[in-house]
């Protein structure tokens, strides 16, 4: 294959259909959007396309993929709706300012496999809203479920007069046609493997790339430990821990530490000896990658594969660690049913074992903390390398907005400089436009309005000066 002419033709077509789609008006491209978010949120298609991916990839569950579908895709739809993404957007008089919203052109966007469903509806509505066209790329292992999300939204715009070439995707998907499609579209919304993003941002365009999840959180003593246990056992098990925001571990005091693993085992999670984690081990990593037969498969496929015995009704494993880094590979994201769990006594020893995961796997991405200790909630979101701390709350569905808290609802998650990412919040409806500042004069043109003293008041008191 010719991949640069194939690629070529995909954007000519693209960028066709997006110069239409520049006239468009608020109130078209909102139709246009809720008509897709609405059609591909019914439940009949939600359970098409779920059983889809799931049968593709074998990952997950179907009922969660159907859930991203009826649930999630209702929650970002209610969020972006009120956002301006066309014409003026914002009026500031006292600045003399005026903010309009423009395209940013032709998206290319990397879909990953784990939500190969739901991630290609969020970035293509975002993007039509702003009145961009999309070119997606999908996952090799996932491509047949994101060509048909793509079809799907493809023919929602035939039906409403609109230019279907708004969306395209690559039907027969590689790192090469990846690779030529970020260099030549306008910018690159990248969602998947770390080598994923590093190339998204190696593309010589603009970027948006998420990194490694690998999420941390502590349990301190005042934690309601049976509610928190829950939480943790509904965060972790969805569908199948697909999600990068998942606890992969969990950072507990000591004084609770046994009662808790206590409340862990009565939510179905079993507790491996030092025998079954090194079967474990050697099960999940092999030349120390992490093994893609465990990632988001049922707890009793990955225990078959390791030779561990597990009780009925297990619905994850727990793993005992102390150290972080290459030689504790549990420290690191696993994508999969199992919970790596560490004890410490002065709080400050959470703080460095959260610090320190995060400075091997999933540095900027999020930790979180079951507390109502106001100074350790305090003091996590102070001293950690992470863009989001989390109280209280089940990691995943807290993590990617929802609707008991006011985080942005995603499918994209920005980890800051940390992570190697340009954006340090949940990707959403404003990273999907350019925006022109119309400056008007707020005053005579010429001199300074203000004294001296009231620039810099007394800043300079105790300073010395050249």
């Known amino acids: 294959m ?39 949120s019914r439940p009949a298609i939600a359970a098409e396309l779920a059983k889809l991916s799931f049968e593709e990839t074998g990952m997950g569950t179907y009922e969660a993929k159907v859930k991203r579908f009826t649930g999630k895709l209702p929650q970002i739809w209610e969020e972006i709706k009120s956002v301006k993404t066309v014409g003026e957007v ?25 939500t190969a469903d739901a991630t290609p509806i969020f970035k293509g509505v975002l993007g039509l809203r702003g009145r961009n066209s999309v070119i997606f790329a999908p996952h090799p292992g996932a491509k047949r479920t994101t060509f048909a999300v793509v079809e799907k939204m493809r023919e929602v715009l035939r039906l409403n007069g609109a230019p279907e070439d708004l969306f395209l995707c690559i039907e027969e998907p590689s790192k090469l046609l990846a690779k030529e499609l970020m260099a030549v579209c306008d910018i690159t919304f990248a969602t998947g493997s770390h080598d994923m993003v590093v190339a998204a941002y190696s593309s010589g365009k603009p970027a948006y790339g998420v990194g490694v999840g690998n999420a941390v959180v502590v349990v301190d003593e005042t934690a309601d430990l049976a509610k928190t246990a829950d939480m943790i056992r509904l965060s972790k098990t969805t569908d199948n821990a697909t999600g990068c925001s998942a606890e992969n571990s969990l950072v507990i005091q000591e004084t609770v530490y046994d009662a808790f693993l206590q409340e862990l085992e009565k939510q179905g999670g079993h507790l491996v000896n030092a025998e079954e984690k090194e079967k474990l081990q050697k099960t999940m990593w092999i030349d120390g990658k992490l093994n893609r037969k465990i ?45 790596t769990v560490y004890k410490y006594k002065e709080f400050q020893e959470a703080i460095d074992t959260v610090n320190g995961i995060h400075s091997y796997s999933g540095a900027g991405h999020s930790c979180g903390i079951h507390s109502v200790d106001e100074e350790h ?85 105790d300073v010395k000066l050249l």
């Open 2 to 40: 010719d991949e640069k002419a194939y690629v070529q033709e995909l954007v000519t077509k693209s960028r066709k259909a997006q110069a239409v789609a520049w006239d468009y008006s608020q109130r078209r491209v909102d139709e246009l959007a809720a008509a897709i978010m609405y059609s591909l």
């Open 90 to 114: 914002e009026r500031i008089p006292e600045k003399g300012i005026v903010k309009i919203a423009k395209p940013v052109g032709t998206i290319a966007a990397l879909i990953p496999s784990t």
């Open 295 to 339: 990632v988001a498969r049922p707890v009793s496929h990955i225990a078959e594969l390791a030779g561990i015995p597990i009780p009925v009704g297990t619905g994850f494993l727990v793993v005992e660690e102390t150290g972080y880094g290459k030689q504790f590979p549990f420290s690191g994201e696993k994508l999969s049913l199992v919970l």
């Open 377 to 461: 909630i305090k003091a996590l979101a102070l001293n950690t390398r992470t863009t989001k701390v989390l109280v209280r709350q089940p990691h995943r569905a807290g993590n990617s907005g929802n609707w008991f808290n006011g985080l942005a609802r995603t499918f994209s998650l920005g980890c800051g400089t940390w992570g190697g990412n340009i954006v340090s919040e949940n990707i959403t409806q404003k990273h999907f436009m350019n925006t022109t500042w119309v400056s008007v004069p707020t005053g005579p043109i010429g001199g300074c309005p203000y004294t001296e003293e009231e620039i810099f008041g007394d800043i300079l008191k």
